[in-house]
């Protein structure tokens, strides 16, 4: 059978498009290399917060089925890549699962095909990576034989407002041919396309948008720091400031950043400009800033218990909300790590309350976990509120017994402190 879409990766992004075009009447299938992955979505379930399981049945009643099998792509209409973009250990761009997937698909290229990348990356990764790949792999030449397209995802998971279809998509060719193949694929289930002048220009786009939100967060991250230091209530100092109409957009701060794009893309940006000779100095101050957010949320933890019971040492701290955001399902580069690592250096026992993580774990070490938020709060000397969860209402933290440092500026009460 062949198919109208071959979504390549069926992660946070993959599976939320896979999903839009499925509604919208195109024949889809699904590759990704992982055999976890394929056996759960061909028995119904998901494994990606804010697709359920009753969607996911939804689209194999529809037609949609997942493989690891490439022979899938044999006579696929589009091809989109949506693979992870993530760091080596040296913390350089890692463009391996990218690189993989387009050999794959150079393979069982053929005449008039569309391939699209959404994967987040530096700006020539169309051009300069996966072109040559598919091309040498494949005999065809880009804009000739086959259409070439970048197009960034900009899925926001946990937005119940903001989805695939009403999120206006950027989209870009390698040719004006390339690009008017790939406005109309998108078209037909996304509301609104802006078409970018090339590919470059996309890719940039998308590292602009997330490196926007690394340097705000760093500035006010950098404003509550010097909050602190002087006396000033910064949250006060927020709800001031965001009360301007035009010309300022609020950020908050917090325990630092996480997930698999904040920290990262800034990264594909920086290294990409220095390869290049030049040295993002916005991106190397925002970095100093955030990764010493959870440094700063340890010492202030810290202060609080040497306050009220003499030494930190022996303590229990309870950390709420261990994902990297507030309701969603997702621990990937969470500051809590930092933040658990710093307590339990310093000889403090650390256990935490999440309803979305069954397990989180430190340097291989797994934490204690609580499922009941009174209980918890009960036995803790400190609680450190994290991520404001949906569970973690006001008054509930506002009548702890024990001693609250409150990073996000959500709860009130003679026992908590705000960052
Ligand atoms: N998660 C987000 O909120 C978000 C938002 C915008 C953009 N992005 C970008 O989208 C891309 C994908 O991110 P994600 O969060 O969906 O990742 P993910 O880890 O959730 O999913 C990626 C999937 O790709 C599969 N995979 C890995 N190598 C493969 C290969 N060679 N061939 C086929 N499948 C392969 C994995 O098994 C996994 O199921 C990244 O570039 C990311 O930066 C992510």
Redesign the pocket.
């Known amino acids: 059978m062949t198919v109208d879409l071959v979504v390549?990766?069926?992660?946070?992004?993959?599976l939320p498009l896979a999903r839009a075009a499925v509604s919208a009447g195109l024949a889809t299938a699904g590759?990704?290399?992982?055999g976890t992955?394929v056996s759960g979505l061909a028995e119904g379930r998901s494994h990606v917060g804010g697709v359920c399981d009753s969607e996911v049945a939804a689209m194999l009643d529809a037609g949609f089925r997942a493989t690891a099998d490439p022979a899938v792509l044999d006579g696929a209409q589009t091809v989109v890549i949506?693979?992870?973009?993530g760091l080596t250990p040296e913390g350089l761009p890692d463009l391996s699962?990218v690189q993989?997937?387009s050999r794959?698909v150079a393979a069982r290229l053929r005449t008039g095909m569309l391939v699209v990348l959404?994967?987040?990356s530096y700006p020539g990764t169309t051009e300069d990576v996966v072109r040559p790949l598919l091309e040498h792999g494949s005999g065809l030449r880009a804009g000739e034989d086959f259409h070439l397209a970048y197009s960034p995802?900009?899925?926001d998971?946990g937005n119940e407002i903001w989805d695939v279809r009403n999120t206006p998509k950027v989209v870009s060719g390698c040719t004006a041919l390339c690009a008017k193949y790939a406005t109309a694929f998108y078209g037909r289930f996304v509301d609104h396309l802006v078409l970018a002048r090339g590919t470059r220009e996309a890719e940039m786009a998308k590292l602009l948008e997330n490196t926007y939100r690394y340097v705000n967060i760093a500035l006010v991250d950098e404003v509550a720091l010097f909050c602190h230091q002087a006396g000033i209530d910064v949250w006060d100092v927020l709800h001031c400031a965001a009360s301007k109409p035009f010309g300022f957009a609020p950020f908050s701060p917090g325990p630092g950043v996480g997930g698999?794009?904040i920290p990262?893309?800034p990264r594909y940006l920086a290294a990409r400009a220095e390869s290049q000779g030049f040295p993002f100095r916005m991106l190397a101050a925002a970095h100093e800033v955030l990764t010493h957010m959870p440094r700063h949320v340890v010492d202030r933890a810290l202060s609080l218990l040497t306050e009220n019971r003499g030494r930190p040492e022996g303590a229990r701290a309870l950390l709420l909300g261990v994902t990297y955001k507030a309701d969603v399902a997702d621990v990937r580069e969470s500051p809590a790590r930092p933040v658990a690592a710093g307590l339990l250096a310093t000889g403090v026992d650390v256990f935490y309350h999440d309803p979305y993580a069954a397990d989180f774990s430190v340097d291989d070490r797994s934490l204690p976990r609580a499922t009941d938020l009174r209980e918890a709060l009960g036995e803790a000397d400190v609680a450190i509120l994290l991520q404001h969860h949906a569970c973690y209402a006001r008054e509930t933290l506002g009548r702890a017994r024990c001693a609250v440092l409150d990073t996000r500026g959500k709860a009130a009460g003679s026992r908590v402190t705000l960052l």
Not at 8 to 14: D, E, Q
Not at 31 to 34: E, G
Request: aromatic letters at 4%; glycine letters at 10%.
């Open positions: 390549m990766g069926l992660g946070h992004v993959g590759y990704d290399v992982s992955v949506c693979v992870p973009t699962a993989d997937a794959v959404e994967s987040t995802q900009r899925i998971p698999h794009c990262v893309d």
